[in-house]
């Protein structure tokens, strides 16, 4: 597995990722708009092609997860760990204290992963995640210390 920042002109193909990862993606000009932020930076995990990815930004001794996207195929393989661990320490190196990501509080695999690396709960966001017909789920909000070490 190869770990290597994403370029701009890759939103395209993130997107596409990020429809295999997810129920409700996000589209290639979301994705673009958001590596264009400030303080943005996007992480992308290649096996023979990007099969995970984790979009980030960074700010004022924060940083926030804003996602985090595996190929199903590629699943239960790391991909998602490593991304997690080369994110916090970028964050760390952009001078981030404390990294932030929300999650679906019945996603039983993201809550398994972000637990072993260290985040704790921070807080509840109720029915943050519209399920359509199957109604909404609860977000939580997770906090990783980032002055603790590499997760």
Request: a neutral charge; one cysteine or more; proline letters at 5%.
């Amino acid at each position: 597995m190869i770990l290597r920042p994403a370029a701009a002109g890759e939103a395209p193909a993130l997107a596409a990722l990020h429809a295999r990862a997810f129920d409700a993606p996000w589209g290639a000009a979301e994705i673009a708009d958001l590596m264009a932020g400030p303080g943005a930076f996007a992480l992308v995990a290649e096996t023979q092609a990007p099969a995970g990815f984790v979009l980030c930004r960074a700010a004022a001794g924060e940083a926030e997860i804003l996602t985090l996207a595996v190929d199903p195929r590629a699943r239960r393989a790391g991909l998602a760990r490593a991304l997690v661990a080369a994110a916090a320490d970028l964050a760390r190196r952009l001078g981030a204290e404390e990294l932030f990501l929300e999650v679906a509080a019945d996603n039983a695999a993201a809550l398994g992963l972000y637990g072993a690396v260290g985040f704790v709960r921070a807080g509840l966001r109720p029915r943050y995640y519209d399920r359509g017909a199957a109604g909404f789920a609860d977000a939580l909000v997770m906090r990783l210390d980032l002055s603790a070490g590499r997760p």
